[in-house]
């Protein structure tokens, strides 16, 4: 990844892919700071995660109006325990894009490893009337709720949460099946164009005046970084920022 990542760097540097270049940039210090936080050896981790951090930095200083370079300096801050910087660049973050519900979480994080509960669940629960069915952050604000001893509205949660797993299995359920009919139809045009091409149509059955829809199951993607919250102390909020930050997707 690092070596693919330097070379789209290389290859934006200049010409007509010059404005791509802060996001090659910004994959760049990416792979380096996954391969950081995969070093066992503590202090050449450590060493690897300031070199990391100063890629970001360079990041931001190169596209200071790119919400995912101050997303992503904001996390690593957090990772190596600055907290002031963290929540600065996440802020940052989130006055450049608010429709992010990652940064939103790791803000509430840091909060959290602030020992402000308070703050932490009013910027989650703003942050559920955007989105109301944000898995991630309906269980940040579960953890929040529990931690800050509010049991009735922990309970009111939980009961959400299993409404809205038993809503997706239906969902999903209801997917999978149209992604079969959707498939079964796609081969049969296929297979009928092929007849016709060989001069032997189907009977009974014309083509499909439109392509035909392939959808993927519903799910929690891995696409874009969101924490998985999982608050247990001032610091253990931080601590799931760096092992779980991959497991929901934005």
């Known amino acids: ?15 007509p892919q010059a404005y791509l270049k802060g996001r090659a940039q910004l994959l760049c210090a990416i792979a380096h700071g996954r391969k950081a936080q995969a ?12 070199k990391a ?16 370079a101050h997303y992503y300096c904001a996390l690593y801050h957090a990772i190596v325990r600055d907290l002031e910087a963290a929540r600065e660049r996440c802020a940052r973050s989130l006055e450049l894009n608010a429709e992010q519900p990652a940064a939103v979480m790791l803000l509430a994080l840091i909060f959290t490893a602030e020992a402000d509960l308070k703050g932490a669940l009013e910027l989650v629960v703003n942050a559920l009337k ?16 529990t931690k800050f001893g509010r049991v009735d509205e922990s309970l009111g949660t939980c009961s959400h949460l299993l409404d809205f797993w038993r809503k ?8 999978r099946v149209q992604l079969t009919i959707n498939a079964t139809e796609g081969q049969n045009t296929f297979k009928d164009a092929a007849s016709l091409k060989a001069g032997t ?3 009974g059955r014309e083509l499909s005046s439109s392509a035909p829809l392939f959808a993927t199951p519903l799910g929690i993607g891995i696409g874009t970084t969101i924490l998985n919250p999982n608050v247990g102390s001032s610091q253990s909020g931080l601590d799931v920022a760096i092992s779980g930050r991959d497991c929901y997707g934005y």
């Open 168 to 175: 997706r299995d239906c969902c999903i359920d209801d997917e």
């Open 130 to 145: 955007d989105f109301p069915t944000h898995y991630g952050l309906l269980v940040l604000r579960l953890h929040i709720e």
């Open 39 to 50: 070093e066992p050896c503590f202090e050449d981790r450590r060493r690897l995660l300031g």
């Open 1 to 15: 990844a690092i070596s693919h990542a330097t070379a789209a760097v290389a290859s934006c540097s200049k010409g």
């Open 53 to 68: 951090l100063a890629m970001f930095e360079n990041c931001v200083h190169a596209d200071p109006h790119d919400y995912l």
């Open 201 to 203: 149509p189907s009977i």
